[in-house]
């Protein structure tokens, strides 16, 4: 009956190794399929310089919106 139990118990942690392996690695190549999107910004092309601009546009942008919803702007009439 130990035996049964021990066998049981290892093919259990067999399996469990298995597919933690299998999980890791479908984690590694998500990641990567991630990554592929990402843009590189390492040199100063037209692109990145646009998508900086773009960004900082945006942040601006969420500042003031914020700035005037503090102050009630949005209600009607101000």
Known sequence: ???????ILCFSLVVSADRADDLFGE???ATQYI???RMDCSSDSPLCTEREEA???E???NE???NSLSRNIHKWPN
Do not use: A, V
């Open 1 to 7: 009956m130990k035996k049964i139990i021990l066998f």
């Open 35 to 37: 990554k592929s999107f």
């Open 27 to 29: 984690n590694q190549e």
């Open 64 to 66: 003031i919106f914020s």
């Open 55 to 57: 960004l900082r546009m």
């Open 59 to 61: 942040n601006r942008f």
